[in-house]
C-alpha cells in the first residue's frame, strides 16, 4: 500500500485524535457505571459504553484504510486502565459508609458531578467529530464524512440525555441533602419577612379604610 498523501496524513491525524478519545473515555464510562445507582441512567451509560466501543473501532479501521496506524496502549497503562473496576467497587463501598451521612457525599451528588462530566465530554467528541466532518467534505472523503456525522448524532443523543438527566440528579441531591423545610417555598426568612411586611400594610390600609368610613 502506498504512503498516505498530505491529505489523508492530516485526516488520519484527527482520526487518531478521536480514537484516542474514545479509548480514554471508555475506562471513564467504565468508572462512572460502577458509581452509579439510579437504573434508568446506568442503563443508558452501558448502552453508551458500547457505542463508545464501536466509535473506536470504526474509527480505528477508517485509519487503517487510509493507511495510517493505531498505536496500542502501553502495558502499564492498560492495566492500570483493567484496574480501574476494583477501585471503583471499593469507592462505591466507602460511600455507602458513614461518609455517606456527611453533607455533599450522597449518592445522588457523585452521580451529579459525573453527568457533569459525562456532559462536558460529549460536548468536546461533538466539536472534534464535527471538525473531522468539515475537514473531510472539504477533501472529498465521504466516507470520512459519513462516520464522522454518524458517531457525532450518537454524541448529541447522549448529551441531550445528559442534560436530562443532570436537572434530575440536582432535584435528587435537594432531596438527599437539603432538609423539606428549606426546600419549600416558606422555608426562606427574606420570604417570611416579606409576608409579614404584606400583613402589616394590609392591616394598616383596613384600619384606615374603617377609620374614613366612622368618620
Do not use: C, W
Not at 479501521?61 to 493507511?67: A, E, P
Not at 476494583?86 to 451529579?112: D, F, I, N, Q
Amino acid at each position: 500500500m502506498a504512503d498516505p498523501n498530505t491529505r489523508d496524513l492530516k485526516l488520519i491525524q484527527y482520526l487518531t485524535e478521536a480514537h484516542g478519545k474514545e479509548k480514554e473515555l471508555e475506562t471513564a464510562l467504565q468508572a462512572h457505571i460502577g458509581m452509579t445507582t439510579r437504573a434508568p441512567y446506568k442503563k443508558r451509560l452501558q448502552q453508551h459504553l458500547k457505542e463508545t466501543k464501536a466509535h473506536a473501532r470504526a474509527v480505528e479501521r477508517r485509519i487503517k484504510q487510509l493507511g495510517g496506524k493505531v498505536e496500542k496502549l502501553p502495558e502499564p497503562v492498560a492495566e492500570a486502565a483493567a484496574a480501574v473496576q476494583g477501585v471503583t467497587s471499593k469507592a462505591v463501598s466507602v460511600a455507602k459508609g458513614p461518609l455517606h451521612a456527611l453533607r455533599g457525599t450522597g449518592e445522588h451528588e457523585t452521580m451529579l458531578k459525573n453527568a457533569k462530566t459525562e456532559f462536558s465530554e460529549e460536548h468536546e467528541e461533538i466539536a472534534m467529530y464535527s471538525g473531522i466532518e468539515a475537514l473531510a467534505e472539504a477533501v472529498g472523503d465521504r466516507e470520512t464524512a459519513k462516520l464522522a456525522r454518524d458517531i457525532r448524532r450518537e454524541e448529541e443523543r447522549m448529551a441531550s440525555f445528559l442534560e436530562k438527566q443532570i436537572a434530575t440528579l440536582a432535584k435528587g441531591v435537594a432531596r438527599e441533602e437539603i432538609p423539606a423545610a428549606e426546600r419549600r417555598d416558606g422555608g426562606s426568612p427574606r420570604r417570611r419577612r416579606t409576608s409579614r411586611r404584606a400583613r402589616a400594610t394590609t392591616t394598616r390600609s383596613r384600619s384606615t379604610a374603617s377609620r374614613s368610613r366612622s368618620s
